[in-house]
């Protein structure tokens, strides 16, 4: 069994949430030492004698929803493994949750020297997740009533695509493929170099006879052209309202789920879910999110 430099109640908060430690680890690993590469925290090390000790509490600035808890913890974990320092970390929300102004999300003790060093690896991947989170949680109030789910793209930060699309989850939002190979998304290009929709089906049909294939559509006559080939989901791509809502009539009764996309807005949203259509895909989710504002005040002993 792979054992990892944070206790068990971490293990199972990662594991609850669907993520693989191992990758947690790495992600912390990599980010601490990305932080660390010119060398030590000088600044720390210069200030603080090595035995001094006290306490952080990570708290919301803002409103917002949390993702990323347990990996802010795990960070903490991973560099205190590295200087062989004793620290404990109290997860005092659960990712998924609402915060406000005030509300405490983790708690740090140990020594000063880890916990300063650890602190911006750390609130750099909580406050970008959290980002996320809260950026798709605005989505899912925006088209409560609807029927319509926000999901995300594969517009992610390189290296970060597991956690963000993580994050999507906790805001209430769906995941579209987590990467080229889970699932077929046939795009303008690759009807024009197959020759048509059906050719294009066909062709990854016989590929990978076992995914899910995705056919993006311009028009009602791809549209309509896509549910004939047996598509499972058409992406309507730059479809206004009226045309979705029409498209919807088609593919409807086959059973084929439909999904908008192309430069919408959180104020379109209402509009959109109205047509009946079953998602609307927002890269801004991930590649264009605005990081929850969490600080860092920490108490000396």
């Known amino acids: 069994m792979t054992t990892f430099p944070w206790p068990a109640d971490v293990t199972a908060?990662?594991?609850?949430?669907?993520?693989?430690?191992?990758?947690?680890?790495?992600?912390?690993?990599?980010?601490?030492?990305e932080d660390l590469q010119w060398g030590p925290d000088v600044t720390s090390t210069a200030t603080l004698p090595a035995d001094a000790t006290g306490t952080a509490d990570v708290v919301a600035r803002e409103d917002g929803c949390l993702a990323g808890v347990p990996v802010a913890a795990a960070v903490v974990h991973v560099l205190a493994a590295q200087q062989?320092?004793?620290?404990?970390?109290?997860?005092?929300?659960a990712d998924g949750t609402r915060v406000a102004p005030g509300d405490v999300v983790l708690t740090a003790s140990g020594p000063l020297r880890t916990l300063l060093t650890a602190e911006r690896s750390m609130l750099n991947l909580l406050c970008q997740l959290s980002g996320v989170a809260t950026g798709t949680a605005a989505w899912d109030d925006a088209l409560a009533g609807t029927g319509t789910r926000v999901r995300d793209t594969r517009k992610t930060v390189p290296g970060l695509r597991v956690l963000q699309k993580y994050a999507v989850r906790c805001g209430g939002?769906?995941?579209?493929?987590m990467g080229l190979g889970d699932a077929a998304l046939i795009k303008d290009n690759h009807v024009a170099a197959a020759g048509s929709v059906a050719a294009a089906f066909r062709a990854v049909r016989e590929q990978a006879?076992?995914?899910?294939?995705?056919?993006e559509c311009d028009t009602l006559e791809q549209v309509a052209e896509a549910v004939?080939?047996?598509?499972?989901?058409?992406?309507?791509?730059?479809?206004?309202?009226?045309?979705?809502?029409?498209?919807?009539?088609?593919?409807?009764?086959?059973?084929?789920?439909?999904e908008a996309s192309g430069g919408l807005t959180i104020t379109d949203a209402p509009a959109?879910?109205?047509t009946g259509v079953?998602?609307?895909?927002?890269?801004?989710?991930?590649?264009?999110?605005?990081?929850?504002?969490?600080g860092f005040d920490l108490r000396v002993d």
């Not at 062989?84 to 929300?93: F, G």
């Not at 006879?209 to 056919?215: D, K, L, N, R, T």
Request: charged share 20%.
């Open 278 to 294: 079953d998602y609307i895909s927002v890269g801004a989710l991930t590649h264009s999110t605005t990081v929850l504002d969490l």
């Open 173 to 177: 939002g769906v995941n579209h493929r």
């Open 84 to 93: 062989d320092a004793d620290v404990t970390v109290e997860l005092s929300a």
């Open 209 to 215: 006879p076992g995914i899910e294939v995705e056919v």
């Open 228 to 258: 004939e080939a047996g598509a499972q989901l058409v992406l309507l791509d730059n479809m206004d309202p009226d045309t979705i809502r029409a498209a919807v009539e088609l593919t409807r009764p086959a059973g084929v789920h439909t």
């Open 13 to 33: 908060a990662l594991e609850a949430a669907g993520l693989d430690p191992a990758h947690v680890h790495d992600v912390a690993s990599r980010t601490l030492a």
């Open 272 to 274: 959109y879910g109205a």
